[in-house]
């Protein structure tokens, strides 16, 4: 969509005015008058005396629901101002904006970061704060909605009460596109009925090295595999056409492209390998990283896309020439609106402008004029918007961007049914968190466990068989729900409304079961051992292995958390080892985003071993499978290493030798 201010079939009723009001603001622009905050105040003849005219002939085009999408886009682009575009083009945090400030500056986006809710962190306490800032943008000239938008990457996570779904990489384990499809349509649903209407997600990331911190937001290190699971966008927002109905969002695929294919040591800061530098050929690079998004955008029609913070160097080109994804004009305008025909609009990732070189003007005007829409600015959009503007009246971006940028937000705007409903549409607001949805979430983790080894036939134990439970994250619904969970990093002791694993095998079992979590209780010589240990939560770089350290959570304590190493804690490996030598039989559950090295020595002594992934609410599901209500059906969505000096290790390598390949998964009868 390419509409220029002067486009005279967008004003079917009085075209020579439209004409005129788009001249106007040109002339304005040109003028130099127009600029930030103007937004609220008059500044072309729209707001003048002439506009009661124009009431009497009934509603502008842009509010008649009847006519097409691109009509009312031409028309209400036509009636905007330089300001009123740029603030469109702007996304602010919510805890950095107030509703007052989306009026003064006509912001088109609130966003809410990973943990930041609202101080009633109920599904009401998240309709009020949408409709709050809606207010704010009601009250602009215009009264273009604004558009809310979050993380739901695992359900809606941020949400107190929400059914929190596996992370990807489980659901990758299910290889079951249907039931990921009706997960996602889950999520959509609770989060539409408590104000958020856009979600940064699915992360279509294809996860090549198991040190990444992002791998459990990954389907799995298949671009195959990812593919199948873009079905996910269809579930944010239904066919094509639903995006309006109470139960759907707008998606967004992430992050375009290579995110998962980076290579380790080129990162900036602490990081190890997040955010680095995806070095490969171009045709390397089609088939791993923008594969998935094929999918997405031509059959799912996904409305916005969010680049990667990472930089790619095509192999060819000799390394030592990164170029930021943010900057990255040739795959933003060229591969995916060009060629992909993407017709939605590209958000920046968090202050991703920031990471290009060159001063602020630059970077602004860089991100723009490589195919960013709207700007991802949670602290500084004012200065953005400053920027911004100084840029297009000194000519260097044109206005044709501005307004391509602009019709292509208004358009998801319209299709979302903004305009018609720009209040939270409350009524499956009692759904959040329901049975109905936790059953979902169960089927989900029941379909992601991957068992990887079952010694004498130990699983499915006997449900009169005396237990002994162990393990760090037995009964820790934190550890087992992972990052973007409350917070952005997640936590221990982030308590959510669920069962633990622990909880689920309570209810299936009609045996005595003994709970140690150090393994510290004496084992019975007659009882099964299940012990189920992993990683503590993390999200992004703080999960690279030799990444920085965490510990800025009050549950923390102030201790912070251990540096990622794809290892067992000692506590866990001791945990294993004793029960392992002392209960009859022994069962390992490995809860963690990604594969964990098990030292052949430990893994001589496990009977059955699962790989559990990040569960989230319902540990019930893992209880399903453990006591054979529900077969293992998982199977692995990346290689299992036996060692982290393996990765990165992907099937189809050459010299593939994994403990585990991909793809691998035992069955139960
Ligand atoms: C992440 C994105 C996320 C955004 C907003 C960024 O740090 O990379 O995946 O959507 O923050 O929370
Ligand atoms: C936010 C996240 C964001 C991250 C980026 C955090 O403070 O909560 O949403 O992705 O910062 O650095």
Same mark, same amino acid.
């Given at each position: 969509?390419d509409?220029?201010p002067?486009s005279t079939?967008?004003?079917? $009723?009085s075209?020579?005015?439209?004409?005129?009001?788009a001249?106007?603001?040109?002339?304005a622009?040109? =003028?130099?008058?127009?600029?930030?905050?103007?937004a609220?105040a008059?500044?072309?003849?729209a707001s003048?005396?002439g506009? =009661?005219a124009?009431?009497?002939r009934?509603?502008?085009a842009?509010l008649?629901?009847r006519?097409?999408t691109e009509?009312r886009?031409?028309?209400l682009?036509?009636?905007m101002?330089l300001?009123?575009k740029?603030?469109q %083009?702007?996304q602010a945090?919510?805890? #950095?904006?107030t509703?007052a400030?989306?009026t003064?500056?006509?912001?088109g986006?609130?966003?809410?970061g990973?943990?930041s809710?609202?101080?009633d962190n109920s599904?009401?306490?998240?309709?009020?704060?949408?409709d709050?800032?809606q207010?704010?943008? &009601?009250?602009?000239?215009?009264k273009?909605?604004?558009?809310?938008?979050?993380?739901a990457v695992?359900g809606?996570?941020n949400?107190?009460?929400a059914?929190v779904?596996p992370? #990807?990489i489980?659901?990758g384990?299910?290889r079951?596109?249907k039931?990921?499809?009706?997960?996602?349509?889950i999520t959509?649903?609770?989060t539409r009925?408590?104000g958020?209407?856009w979600n940064f997600a699915p992360?279509?990331?294809?996860?090549?090295d198991?040190r990444?911190?992002?791998?459990y937001e990954?389907?799995?290190e298949s671009p195959?595999l990812?593919s199948?699971? =873009?079905?996910a966008v269809?579930?944010f927002?239904?066919r094509?056409?639903?995006l309006?109905?109470?139960?759907?969002?707008?998606?967004?695929?992430?992050h375009?492209?290579?995110?998962?294919?980076?290579t380790?040591?080129?990162a900036a800061?602490d990081?190890?390998?997040?955010?680095?530098?995806?070095?490969?050929?171009?045709q390397?690079f089609? $088939?791993?990283?923008?594969?998935?998004?094929?999918p997405?955008?031509q059959?799912?029609?996904?409305?916005?896309?969010?680049?990667?913070?990472?930089?790619?160097?095509?192999?060819?080109d000799?390394?030592?020439?990164? &170029?930021? %994804?943010h900057?990255?004009?040739?795959?933003?305008?060229?591969v995916?609106?060009?060629?992909?025909?993407?017709d939605g609009f590209?958000i920046?990732d968090?202050?991703?402008i920031?990471?290009?070189?060159?001063d602020?003007?630059t970077?602004v005007?860089?991100?723009?004029?490589?195919g960013?829409?709207m700007?991802?600015?949670?602290a500084?959009?004012?200065?953005?918007?400053?920027a911004l503007?100084e840029?297009?009246?000194?000519?260097?971006v044109s206005?044709r961007r501005?307004?391509?940028?602009?019709?292509?937000?208004l358009?998801?705007?319209?299709?979302?049914?903004?305009?018609?409903?720009?209040y939270t549409?409350?009524?499956h607001?009692d759904?959040?968190g329901?049975?109905?949805?936790?059953?979902?979430?169960?089927?989900a983790v029941?379909?992601?466990q991957?068992?990887?080894?079952?010694r004498?036939?130990?699983?499915?134990l006997?449900? $009169?068989?005396p237990l002994?439970v162990?393990?760090s994250n037995?009964?820790?619904?934190?550890n087992?729900?992972?990052g973007?969970t409350?917070?952005?990093?997640?936590?221990?002791t #982030?308590?959510?409304?669920g069962?633990?694993?622990l909880?689920?095998?309570?209810?299936?079992?009609?045996?005595?079961v003994?709970?140690s979590?150090?393994?510290?209780e004496?084992?019975p010589?007659d009882?099964?051992?299940?012990?189920?240990?992993?990683?503590?939560?993390?999200?992004?770089?703080?999960?690279?292995?030799g990444?920085?350290?965490w510990?800025?959570d009050p549950?923390d304590?102030?201790?912070?958390?251990p540096?990622?190493? %794809?290892?067992?804690?000692a506590?866990d490996?001791?945990?294993?080892?004793?029960?392992?030598?002392?209960?009859?039989?022994?069962?390992?559950i490995?809860?963690?985003?990604?594969?964990?090295?098990i030292?052949?020595?430990?893994?001589?002594k496990i009977d059955g071993?699962v790989?559990?992934w990040?569960?989230?609410s319902e540990?019930?599901?893992?209880a399903?499978?453990?006591?054979?209500?529900?077969?293992f059906?998982g199977r692995?969505?990346?290689?299992?290493?036996?060692?982290v000096d393996?990765?990165p290790?992907?099937?189809g390598?050459a010299d593939?030798d994994?403990?585990?390949p991909?793809?691998?998964?035992?069955r139960?009868?």
């Amino acid at each position: 969509m390419d509409a220029t201010p002067r486009s005279t079939d967008a004003a079917p $009723r009085s075209p020579s005015r439209r004409a005129a009001l788009a001249l106007g603001a040109v002339t304005a622009l040109v =003028a130099g008058t127009v600029g930030v905050g103007a937004a609220a105040a008059p500044a072309t003849p729209a707001s003048a005396p002439g506009h =009661a005219a124009a009431k009497d002939r009934g509603k502008p085009a842009y509010l008649n629901p009847r006519l097409s999408t691109e009509k009312r886009v031409k028309d209400l682009l036509s009636r905007m101002t330089l300001a009123e575009k740029i603030g469109q %083009m702007t996304q602010a945090e919510r805890a #950095n904006a107030t509703p007052a400030d989306v009026t003064e500056l006509g912001l088109g986006s609130i966003l809410s970061g990973g943990g930041s809710v609202p101080a009633d962190n109920s599904p009401e306490g998240w309709a009020d704060m949408v409709d709050a800032f809606q207010d704010g943008a &009601l009250a602009t000239r215009l009264k273009i909605p604004v558009l809310y938008g979050v993380d739901a990457v695992h359900g809606h996570g941020n949400l107190y009460g929400a059914t929190v779904f596996p992370h #990807n990489i489980g659901l990758g384990a299910t290889r079951d596109p249907k039931l990921v499809e009706k997960a996602a349509h889950i999520t959509a649903e609770e989060t539409r009925a408590t104000g958020p209407q856009w979600n940064f997600a699915p992360c279509l990331c294809v996860a090549r090295d198991d040190r990444w911190g992002r791998t459990y937001e990954s389907f799995g290190e298949s671009p195959r595999l990812v593919s199948q699971m =873009a079905v996910a966008v269809r579930g944010f927002q239904g066919r094509r056409g639903q995006l309006d109905n109470p139960d759907r969002v707008l998606a967004t695929p992430k992050h375009f492209a290579g995110d998962g294919l980076t290579t380790f040591g080129t990162a900036a800061g602490d990081y190890t390998i997040d955010q680095g530098i995806t070095i490969v050929s171009r045709q390397e690079f089609a $088939r791993l990283a923008l594969a998935p998004y094929w999918p997405a955008i031509q059959r799912y029609g996904a409305g916005s896309v969010m680049p990667s913070f990472s930089s790619v160097d095509w192999t060819e080109d000799g390394v030592g020439n990164p &170029l930021k %994804m943010h900057a990255h004009s040739e795959l933003l305008t060229g591969v995916l609106k060009r060629r992909m025909g993407f017709d939605g609009f590209v958000i920046s990732d968090w202050e991703g402008i920031h990471q290009i070189p060159g001063d602020w003007n630059t970077q602004v005007r860089t991100a723009i004029n490589a195919g960013v829409d709207m700007a991802m600015e949670p602290a500084q959009f004012r200065q953005f918007i400053t920027a911004l503007t100084e840029e297009v009246e000194a000519g260097r971006v044109s206005m044709r961007r501005i307004d391509d940028a602009v019709s292509r937000i208004l358009a998801q705007k319209f299709e979302l049914g903004l305009f018609e409903k720009p209040y939270t549409d409350r009524r499956h607001l009692d759904e959040v968190g329901s049975r109905q949805h936790r059953k979902v979430a169960r089927e989900a983790v029941a379909k992601s466990q991957v068992l990887l080894k079952n010694r004498g036939r130990v699983l499915p134990l006997s449900k $009169r068989a005396p237990l002994y439970v162990a393990g760090s994250n037995a009964d820790n619904i934190g550890n087992q729900a992972g990052g973007w969970t409350l917070t952005w990093q997640g936590g221990s002791t #982030n308590v959510i409304p669920g069962t633990t694993i622990l909880e689920g095998i309570e209810d299936a079992t009609r045996g005595d079961v003994t709970v140690s979590e150090t393994a510290a209780e004496p084992v019975p010589s007659d009882a099964t051992g299940v012990v189920v240990v992993g990683e503590t939560p993390y999200a992004e770089g703080f999960g690279d292995v030799g990444g920085p350290q965490w510990a800025y959570d009050p549950g923390d304590n102030g201790v912070p958390r251990p540096v990622k190493d %794809m290892k067992l804690s000692a506590a866990d490996q001791q945990a294993v080892d004793k029960v392992c030598t002392q209960a009859a039989e022994c069962v390992v559950i490995v809860v963690s985003g990604r594969p964990l090295e098990i030292p052949p020595a430990l893994l001589s002594k496990i009977d059955g071993l699962v790989a559990g992934w990040l569960p989230g609410s319902e540990g019930d599901g893992v209880a399903d499978v453990l006591f054979g209500k529900k077969r293992f059906t998982g199977r692995l969505p990346v290689t299992w290493p036996r060692s982290v000096d393996q990765e990165p290790i992907n099937v189809g390598d050459a010299d593939y030798d994994p403990l585990y390949p991909y793809g691998f998964g035992l069955r139960t009868r």
